[in-house]
């Protein structure tokens, strides 16, 4: 999953409407919240600060607005598809 969604990301520059927008906000956001917590898991020398973790969870509370707002479009049902079936070779 955080390999489609940084795909997205990359490919998705410049956005060229909301929905794109939207989803490269939502798959940043997954791809960022994926690299803080294999630090926290695996890096003993990460600290967590509260505003830290509660930016975070702002970052993904507006990433599910976001998603509910998108998640219909055809460009967003075929990152769905791409997560099942992305060529794995």
Known sequence: M??????????GRPPVSAVQTGL??????FVQLQE?????DYD?????M??????DILLVEDAF?????????PIVQDY???LLFKDRS
């Open 2 to 11: 955080k390999e489609v969604s940084a795909d997205v990301v990359r490919k």
């Open 24 to 29: 490269i906000a939502v798959t940043n956001t």
């Open 36 to 40: 803080n917590r294999h630090a926290a």
């Open 44 to 48: 003993l020398g990460v600290v967590l």
């Open 50 to 55: 509260p505003d830290e973790v509660a930016l």
């Open 65 to 73: 607005r976001t998603w509910g707002d998108i998640k219909d479009d």
């Open 80 to 82: 769905l598809f791409s």
